[in-house]
């Protein structure tokens, strides 16, 4: 199982299967969201942004018919994934100066 979908389903206290299909659309809702806002697909795409996708899904997961609503954290956490690199890039912000300036 993908292991986004099991955080999501943990988060929402769900333990079979029956769900799964209509948990990945909220995912991938969440995760063109976040493009939308501007978060680099990268980033999308890494565990660091699991937690804000989490929050999302349990933000929109609602079968009752009122409003949808993102919650502060959420919509904040999302603002800082913006500027964010992806987890799976070893370098760090001084390595990366360090080499952009070994040229001149």
Known sequence: MDELLL?????LGITSTVQDDTLK??????????????????????????????????????????????SPYTKERIIQLKFAKPENNNQNDASESNDSDEGQ
């Open 25 to 70: 659309v909220y995912i991938d809702g969440m995760k063109d969201y976040m493009k939308s806002a501007g978060v680099p697909s990268e980033v999308v795409g890494d565990k660091m942004s699991y937690g804000a996708i989490v929050a999302g899904v349990t933000d929109t997961w609602n079968y009752g018919g009122g409003e949808i609503k993102l």
């Open 7 to 11: 955080k999501v389903k943990n988060a």
